[in-house]
């Protein structure tokens, strides 16, 4: 089943014992919902108005984005199936998202996660799932007995574009560089790539941009990756800038690094 209405349909669906299994997972951290024990006895009602609830929330708040989602999956899932016609799975999965982190040898695949969780296949396949509404972390089966999948976040920032002139005036033009092609999780390796800089002269001016609130930085198995903050957004934006609107900031540049 695909859309909305699959989706939806398929949880309506779930049988009332693993209704009670999942909400019984969640009485362990954070308890479960009120509502939940009406779920687990399958009561029509509560169904009901699950269903409602979730349209209504599909309707108002992500009808108006769906084009630009499902296009950017589309992107997603054709990416990764010609990663993999072309240059094989090993080079895929080392390929998956910023932060995932592919040991070859083990034939392990490492990821970020907010617990210590382990998916052993044992032979299954592995369904990998690219999301829009992941954040940093992907996302597998708490219960490692159903059939193993991995949610993993897709980039859906804006994509590196021209450096505003104002903003070269401002930071210089090697930092405002940076900033324009930092989005999500983006990787030392292709800021690199990209701008033409140093590895040392990335870090100095990474620092900066870091310390005023522009970008973030993580560190995971030795690699960096960066990510544009909502200020960083908005400074390299040029409908947006504020610093576009700004005479004082056009005549006042900081000098070009």
Not at 231 to 237: A, M, N
Request: aromatic share 6%.
């Amino acid at each position: 089943m695909y859309g909305f209405e699959g989706g939806l349909d398929a949880v309506l669906s779930t049988p009332r014992g693993r209704i009670g299994s999942e909400l019984h997972r969640l009485t362990t951290r954070s308890g479960a919902p009120s509502w939940g024990t009406e779920l687990a006895q399958g009561r029509l009602s509560a169904l009901h108005l699950l269903g409602d609830t979730m349209r209504a929330y599909f309707n108002s708040a992500l009808v108006p984005l769906w084009p630009a989602i499902t296009d950017r999956i589309a992107t997603e899932r054709t990416r990764l199936a010609a990663v993999h016609a072309t240059r094989g799975v090993h080079t895929m999965l080392a390929n998956l998202f910023p932060a995932a982190i592919w040991h070859p040898r083990d034939r392990v695949l490492e990821t970020p996660y907010p617990i210590k969780h382990s998916v052993h296949l044992d032979g299954r396949g592995l369904t990998l799932i690219p999301s829009w509404f992941c954040s940093g972390s992907p996302v597998a089966f708490a219960d490692t007995d159903l059939p193993p999948l991995l949610v993993y976040p897709i980039d859906h920032t804006p994509a590196p574009g021209p450096v505003p002139d104002a903003l070269s005036k401002l930071i210089g033009g090697t930092r405002a560089a940076i900033l324009a092609t930092v989005t999500f999780g983006t990787p030392t390796t292709a800021i690199l790539r990209r701008t033409g800089i140093s590895a040392s002269q990335l870090s100095r001016h990474a620092a900066v941009l870091r310390d005023n609130g522009l970008i973030t930085e993580a560190r995971h198995a030795g690699r960096t990756f960066y990510t544009r903050t909502p200020l960083g957004d908005t400074v390299t934006s040029p409908s947006t800038s504020p610093l576009r609107s700004s005479p004082a900031f056009r005549s006042r540049g900081a000098g070009r690094c």
